[in-house]
């Protein structure tokens, strides 16, 4: 796999990624952004897995946080079905 550089990488599909995710962009509107997650879901809220999910009143586009085409829209990249195995740092 060939390194790419990337100027804010999140890890995890909760609540923290997608909103940092968010306030990011608003706060650098040219830098490279993406939310990498071992999940195949766009960040999803959590505690809905036990309070809606399982028992079959919430599918998984209720569980979104944002809308389908938001991540498209603010240029984050979902890097879903992934798992990070080294992360460079640099100051």
Same mark, same amino acid.
């Given at each position: 796999? %060939? $390194?790419? !550089? +990337?100027?804010y /990488? /999140? #890890?995890?599909g909760? &609540? @923290?990624s $997608?909103?940092? $995710?968010? &306030?990011?962009?608003? =706060?650098?509107?040219s @830098?490279?952004?993406? +939310?990498l997650c071992? =999940?195949?879901l766009a *960040?999803?809220?959590? *505690?809905q /897995?036990? !309070? ?5 009143? /919430?599918d998984?586009t209720?569980?979104a946080i944002? =809308?389908a085409?938001?991540? %498209?829209d603010?240029?984050? =990249?979902? #890097? #879903?079905?992934?798992?990070?195995? #080294? $992360?460079?740092t640099?100051?």
């Open positions: 796999m %060939t $390194a790419r !550089k +990337i100027d /990488l /999140l #890890l995890g909760g &609540v @923290a $997608a909103t940092a $995710a968010r &306030v990011l962009r608003t =706060e650098d509107q @830098a490279s952004i993406a +939310i071992d =999940e195949t *960040p999803y809220q959590r *505690p /897995l036990t !309070k809606g999910f399982l028992d079959g009143s /919430l998984t209720q569980m944002h =809308e085409g938001f991540y %498209t603010l240029r984050i =990249e979902l #890097l #879903l079905g992934a798992r990070a195995a #080294l $992360a460079r640099c100051h």
